[in-house]
């Protein structure tokens, strides 16, 4: 079963309205996330690392103010775009590092979010 | 900063038969990971295969391996017996040692393998 769930799995909003990106581990906590961006028939580019309790790192490059990061608990972060304008349309994906057996964490994806501004 | 090149946009193998997707890495690390991933058309990103580079050894996972050099910094997935449910957009990926944020990966910008049967 999935062990990172990412919701919604697509979203349709209007050009300047907010819409918000929910990433949750399921069995597991993570005081790490990642947000990626994949545009189509392109690769993930990492935009933020999420952090629980403290502020997001982004990338270079990333509006901090257009894409709001908040990991308030262990198991859940969010990804807010902020007045969506058509250029924000995208695929994004989460990830969480889960801790194995043998003590290697591996990244886990959610299943993405298609967001379409219109 | 480090990257990675998958220098083939597309590849295709007959059904059964095997087939070799090329990645190459740079780095200055001494300490990193390395990994493919799939995501088929749901683009779900699965886990392939990893390999650490500390250990000699290839890797290995049913069907899949890899040919890791390290000097050349080359990363190579085989995929033997392939079937038409290994169709997806393959990604190669770096991570470097350490947690934390270093958990994020760079991924390469993919090879699209078609399955024909």
């Known amino acids: 079963g999935a062990v990172v769930s990412q919701h919604p799995s697509r979203v349709i909003c209007k050009s300047g309205t907010s819409v918000k990106i929910e990433c949750r581990s399921l069995?597991?906590?993570?005081?790490?996330m990642f947000w990626y961006r994949q545009f189509p028939k392109k690769s993930l580019m990492l935009m933020a690392t999420s952090n629980e309790g403290s502020k997001a790192t982004y990338e270079q490059g990333v509006e901090k103010d257009k894409f709001l990061i908040n990991h308030a608990s262990l198991t859940l972060s969010t990804l807010t775009v902020t007045s969506a304008h058509p250029e924000d349309s995208s695929f994004y994906i989460c990830?969480?590092?889960?801790?194995?057996?043998?003590?290697?964490?591996?990244?886990?994806f959610g299943a993405g979010t298609r967001l379409s501004v219109l | 900063a480090q990257t990675v090149t998958q220098s083939q946009p597309e590849m295709s193998v007959q059904e059964a038969e095997t087939v070799t997707l090329s990645c190459t890495y740079d780095t200055s690390e001494s300490d990193y990971y390395l990994f493919w991933y799939k995501q088929p058309p749901s683009r779900q990103m699965i886990l392939v295969i990893r390999q650490e580079a500390y250990k000699q050894q290839n890797a290995t996972e049913n069907r899949f391996s890899v040919n890791f050099q390290k000097a050349a910094k080359s990363f190579s997935l085989k995929i033997s017996d392939s079937q038409l449910g290994d169709a997806a957009m393959y990604f190669c990926?770096?991570?470097?040692?350490?947690?934390?944020?270093?958990?994020?990966?760079?991924f390469g910008k993919g090879t699209l393998l078609t399955v024909n049967p």
């Open positions: 990830s969480a590092p889960r801790r194995t057996g043998t003590g290697f964490h591996i990244q886990y």
């Open positions: 069995d597991f906590q993570a005081t790490t």
């Open positions: 990926a770096y991570r470097s040692g350490g947690g934390g944020s270093n958990y994020k990966l760079t």
